[in-house]
């Protein structure tokens, strides 16, 4: 068995990405720890936003792009999204879930064919990598402690009928 390894730029896909997608009619898209540097941040994002908005602004710009053509052909049955996170306090897990789900329906899935099968919340030991992670505040959650955690997010393209 072998892999070829193909750098590209989801914005711009270059000839070789396309090909690749058209010869291999992938059954499922994987978009895990989306995120990039400063500088693809400033790039992909309105030069309007704070500094501590673009990543979150990068990586929905990516996975749009994740959910339809080119890059997302006919043959994709899933797509599967990961991100890293925080629980506040107060919070259970099934708001959890079903608020990911419903921002997701919303947003990267809305109009593409595709919908949520299934979210989890998985705990996420930051001690465990010396990388330092910085999470920006949210105004719109409760104050407190925050517990890190991994989002994963799976959705399934709907048959036609």
């Given amino acids: 068995m072998s892999a070829e390894i193909i750098q590209s730029d989801l914005f711009e896909?270059?000839?070789?990405?396309?090909?690749?997608?058209?010869?291999?009619?992938?059954?499922?898209?994987?978009?895990?720890?989306?995120?990039?540097?400063?500088?693809?941040?400033?790039?992909?994002?309105?030069?309007?936003?704070?500094?501590?908005?673009?990543?979150?602004?990068?990586?929905?710009n990516v996975e749009d792009r994740l959910v339809i053509a080119?890059?997302?052909?006919?043959?994709?049955?899933?797509?599967?999204?990961?991100?890293?996170?925080?629980?506040?306090?107060?919070?259970?897990?099934v708001q959890i879930k079903d608020g990911m789900a419903e921002e997701y329906e919303n947003y990267m899935f809305k109009n593409s064919g595709f919908t949520v099968t299934d979210v989890q919340v998985l705990d996420w030991n930051q001690?465990?990598?010396?990388?330092?992670?910085?999470?920006?505040?949210?105004?719109?959650?409760?104050?407190?402690?925050t517990k890190p955690v991994i989002f994963s997010i799976l959705a399934r393209r709907m048959l036609s009928v």
């Fill in 13 to 60: 896909p270059s000839t070789d990405l396309l090909t690749a997608i058209k010869d291999f009619q992938p059954k499922v898209i994987v978009g895990w720890f989306i995120g990039s540097h400063p500088d693809d941040n400033d790039k992909r994002t309105p030069a309007n936003l704070r500094i501590e908005q673009k990543p979150k602004v990068y990586r929905e």
């Fill in 70 to 93: 080119p890059l997302c052909p006919p043959s994709v049955e899933w797509v599967h999204t990961v991100q890293r996170g925080a629980v506040p306090p107060g919070v259970t897990e």
């Fill in 127 to 145: 001690g465990a990598t010396p990388f330092p992670y910085i999470l920006n505040p949210n105004p719109n959650l409760p104050s407190g402690n």
